[in-house]
């Protein structure tokens, strides 16, 4: 890493604790990656802060999330895997957890369908303003978009994957759909470009997150991941914003 950004705010990571649940999905199960292994690969950055996001091998367990949220810290929030027919009483304790946000994870199977997708997101955006997080390749976008549109809150995980795909993500970016830079390993997309453009189009919009640990990427994050992003954006605010501030905003981090 040539480039050090003064402080980040990780907007997307996993963290595998084999003493809670893991389902295999798909044929994979990862190795287990704890808190301390985290703070190990990510000790040369100047994290501040992040949410952990629930994989497809998670399912819609959630008991690991309180050890970990607690271990981690106040600035760190959970984001969830979590079926619409939830309670509002279940919805009320993992707030209370530190989750923020709801995961709808196409892209793996964790749910097959969007038919409700507007009304849930609608449900717990009044209930405790929490907002959905979608894991969908950009291609099958098409559908998406009209329905994240209608969100009073959402956003894309990966740049959206594909890089045929980007001009819908720019379209959500624009209409203020927050885009992670993340998961570099996992996308098409010409990193590079993809952020200069993103950044014209809505300087709020991006977040970056290193996806550690990078499980089933073609290839795991490394710190040549952050000089592709600072490198792309054109001065200190813009790099401030998109490693720290529209992350920290988007998920009520108190920086």
């Known amino acids: 890493m040539i480039n050090s950004p003064k402080r980040i705010v990780d907007a997307h990571f996993h963290i595998y604790n084999s003493a809670y649940p893991l389902i295999e999905n798909q044929g994979f199960l990862p190795p287990p990656f704890s808190v301390e292994d985290y703070q190990h690969r990510t000790k040369e950055l100047n994290i501040v802060g992040g949410a952990v996001a629930s994989g497809s091998v998670q399912g819609f367990d959630q008991s690991y999330f309180k050890p970990t949220l607690d271990q981690l810290g106040e600035n760190f929030v959970g984001v969830t895997n979590l079926p619409s027919s939830v309670s509002d009483k279940r919805i009320l304790e993992l707030h209370e957890q530190g989750v923020r946000a709801v995961r709808v994870n196409l892209k793996r199977g964790v749910v097959s369908g969007l038919d409700n997708m507007v009304d849930y997101g609608k449900r717990i955006w009044d209930l405790v303003g929490w907002h959905l997080e979608l894991y969908v390749d950009s291609r099958e976008l098409d559908d998406v978009v009209p329905k994240l549109l209608k969100l009073p809150k959402a956003s894309v995980d990966h740049l959206g994957m594909a890089r045929s795909g980007l001009s819908q993500v720019l379209r959500l970016a624009e209409a203020g759909v927050?885009?992670?830079a993340s998961g570099f390993g996992r996308t098409e997309v010409n990193v590079a470009q993809a952020v200069k453009k993103l950044y014209d189009v809505n300087p709020d919009c991006l977040m970056f997150g290193t996806d550690l640990p990078s499980a089933?990427?073609?290839?795991?994050?490394?710190?040549?991941?952050?000089?592709?992003?600072?490198e792309a954006l054109p001065n200190e605010a813009a790099i401030d914003k998109v490693f720290a501030t529209n992350a920290a905003e988007f998920y009520g981090i108190k920086l």
């Open 178 to 180: 927050k885009i992670k």
């Open 216 to 230: 089933r990427a073609e290839r795991p994050f490394n710190l040549g991941d952050i000089d592709t992003v600072y």
